[in-house]
């Protein structure tokens, strides 16, 4: 496994990479890890800056975590949720034809280990609350605000 590191102005971020693939992107407290250069890992740093300066929309870089095949789904579900949108996770739930799965939907998107790159910070509670987020919900809060101020589209609105 391999590591890089990205200071945002929601703090500092650890890059990992394993066999050519993104592995996690994950919101730290410390660099615990020697870094590494390589070309995905450099790639990483540049997409990740480049949204965070609003020049960016949708990350291309190669990603893979490991999850079973539900969670698989509710992950790549999540790259259908457009830049600066946000959705209930019962609507998740309803696009995955699983509308009683919400409870499992949300404890999958918890377990997401790709921040930003898989974008499950556009999933709220079925009032918009800011509910759940490993990085914590002021940073959620933080990143669709970003996201709403770059798309011109004012303050965050639940789509339901």
């Not at 590591?3 to 592995?23: K, R």
């Not at 609507?91 to 499950?120: D, E, H, Q, Y």
């Not at 918009?128 to 990143?143: C, D, P």
Request: some cysteine; hydrophobic content about 45%; charged content about 15%.
């Amino acid at each position: 496994m391999l590591y890089a590191y990205v200071q945002s102005p929601i703090g500092l971020i650890a890059i990992t990479e394993t066999d050519g693939f993104i592995t996690s992107l994950l919101f730290v407290d410390a660099k615990t890890h020697l870094e590494t250069e390589t070309v995905l890992l450099a790639q990483a740093k540049q997409q990740i800056n480049a949204y965070f300066a609003g020049t960016l929309k949708q990350f291309s870089l190669p990603i893979k975590q490991k999850g079973t095949a539900f969670r698989q789904a509710v992950w790549l579900s999540l790259h259908d949720i457009g830049y600066a949108h946000t959705i209930a996770y019962s609507t998740l739930a309803s696009r995955m034809n699983n509308k009683l799965a919400i409870r499992a939907i949300a404890a999958a998107n918890g377990k997401n280990a790709i921040m930003l790159l898989v974008p499950c910070h556009r999933v709220l509670g079925i009032n918009g609350e800011m509910t759940g987020y490993a990085g914590e919900i002021w940073r959620k809060q933080w990143l669709l605000n970003h996201e709403s101020k770059i798309a011109g589209l004012g303050q965050v609105s639940l789509a339901l």
